[in-house]
């Protein structure tokens, strides 16, 4: 399965962006970017995805590195309730064309008052 | 609010007892997902499903794990008999397939202490 890197921990100040960077040289030309977060004690939640282009939603934004072997998920003003594990995955179809989600170990995000 | 309901949320058995957790995936959702999440292997994919069709268990146990759709409302993952290293945070998810872009949308969980 396709493999994403990234740091373990990072720090933020509230009301501070914070870019949560993610590596994928391995990504192929159908693969999808995702976005999740898991909240303590709670299950993953959607943030975003891409594939080539960068996207915005009301959460977060993403960009996209032009050769698409990075990704960096943008929050524009961390919250206090943005302190989670931030899981960037490459979601890949298997040979009946479902895409599934293969989880690392994300990046936890502390978030400062 | 659309959402995956799982059932129970909490659950402590003993060693050899048989465990079933259920999970009702969104209404209109054609596919489904069952992981397993521990602080040492972190969040791993058992068993997913299609149209209710089984498409891959390789992540699961054989020997003691089953998973099933008996319909398309229902998730079912069993384990009989249960260990106390199957003690983890079952998170089933469902989506609707398209491509691979699809949002998958998790439930809350099934904490499950075997003791």
């Known amino acids: 399965d396709a493999k994403t890197t990234q740091p373990n921990s990072m720090e933020s100040n509230e009301e501070e962006p914070v870019h949560l960077p993610c590596n994928h040289s391995?990504?192929?030309?159908?693969?999808?970017i995702h976005w999740y977060r898991q909240l303590p004690s709670q299950g993953p939640e959607y943030v975003i995805h891409?594939?080539?282009s960068n996207v915005n939603n009301r959460m977060a934004s993403l960009a996209i590195a032009e050769d698409r072997k990075s990704s960096t998920l943008i929050l524009h003003r961390a919250t206090l309730r943005d302190a989670a594990v931030y899981y960037c995955?490459?979601?890949?179809?298997?040979?009946?064309?479902?895409?599934?989600?293969?989880f690392g170990q994300g990046t936890t995000l502390q978030v400062k008052p | 609010d659309a959402r995956v309901t799982q059932t129970p949320r909490h659950k402590v058995t003993e060693m050899g007892q048989e465990v079933t957790m259920r999970c009702q995936p969104i209404?209109?959702?054609?596919?489904v997902f069952w992981y397993r999440q521990t602080m040492m292997q972190g969040l791993e994919l058992l068993a997913y499903?299609?149209?209710?069709?089984?498409?891959?268990d390789s992540g699961m146990p054989k020997d003691r794990f089953s998973a099933e759709m008996p319909d398309a409302t229902l998730a079912t993952l069993k384990i009989q008999p249960s260990e106390p290293r199957d003690s983890a945070v079952y998170f089933c998810?469902?989506?609707?397939?398209?491509?691979?872009?699809?949002?998958?949308?998790f439930g809350e969980g099934s904490w499950l202490t075997v003791v």
């Open positions: 998810a469902s989506g609707l397939q398209g491509g691979s872009g699809n949002t998958i949308y």
């Open positions: 391995t990504i192929s030309g159908t693969d999808y």
């Open positions: 891409g594939l080539t």
């Open positions: 995955i490459l979601r890949v179809l298997d040979s009946g064309n479902t895409g599934k989600l293969i």
């Open positions: 209404l209109g959702h054609n596919t």
């Open positions: 499903f299609r149209n209710r069709a089984p498409l891959d």
